[in-house]
């Protein structure tokens, strides 16, 4: 029997076969991922401190915020005029893509408190550090098909670059983790538990608003 992890993954290879084969669906799909992105950038610039930021944390914002733009750039390559901005009607799923950070964030912080008791100050930075953890570990994973699928479609667009830098950012959230707890790898795997409930919630809503090819085991 195949687990939650391996139905979810071989459901969005599905998705995105379908995405990429339709100008408009792609050009929604690549609007929703420069939205989350987006979303990330802001998390991220929001989190840093105002003195003790590093060059690691630079970096991280400023590529979060690239991509963003990199992928909103993309969409000119389907077509001219397409999803002006990160309304409704030019993202795929835009409640539970608008909500998919926040809800990550809200879950870890109460696993943090319930679970482990943390202090106002370490449940700060454990949230900030799990939470982007997690999302590196999906960025992997959900780039890594997308590109895999952009290639099987010839198409024009590609995100590779935008791979190279996420390997990077979970090199870097790995050792922050490191330093910031002993126990980072049970952390760790508890916050990647929810995030996997939340990427196939998610991937189910994005389903419903794309046609699917005949469904394989
Ligand atoms: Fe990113
Ligand atoms: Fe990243």
């Not at 991922?33 to 979303?39: A, D, F, K, P």
Request: proline share 2%; glycine share 4%; charged share 25%.
């Amino acid at each position: 029997m195949k687990t939650m992890n391996e139905q979810s993954v071989k459901l969005f290879e599905q998705v995105m076969q379908s995405v990429t084969a339709d100008h408009l669906l792609h050009a929604r799909w690549l609007n929703t991922l420069s939205m989350m992105e987006n979303t990330g950038a802001r998390k991220i610039a929001r989190n840093e401190h105002p003195v003790h930021t590093t060059l690691t944390i630079l970096k991280h914002a400023a590529e979060e915020a690239r991509h963003a733009y990199y992928l909103k750039k993309q969409i000119g390559k389907l077509g001219t005029g397409l999803c002006a901005d990160y309304s409704r009607e030019f993202l795929l799923a835009p409640m539970s893509s608008y909500l998919y950070l926040h809800r990550l964030d809200a879950e870890v912080c109460r696993m943090l408190k319930k679970q482990w008791q943390f202090s106002a100050e370490q449940l700060r930075q454990g949230a900030y550090l799990l939470v982007t953890y997690a999302i590196e570990v999906r960025a992997d994973v959900l780039y890594g098909i997308y590109q895999k699928q952009l290639d099987k479609a010839g198409s024009k667009v590609n995100v590779k670059s935008i791979i190279l830098e996420e390997d990077g950012h979970l090199e870097e959230m790995t050792s922050m983790l490191q330093e910031f707890h002993e126990q980072w790898e049970v952390l760790a795997a508890d916050a990647c538990l929810i995030e996997e409930q939340l990427f196939q919630n998610w991937v189910e809503d994005i389903k419903g608003e794309v046609p699917l090819p005949a469904l394989t085991a």
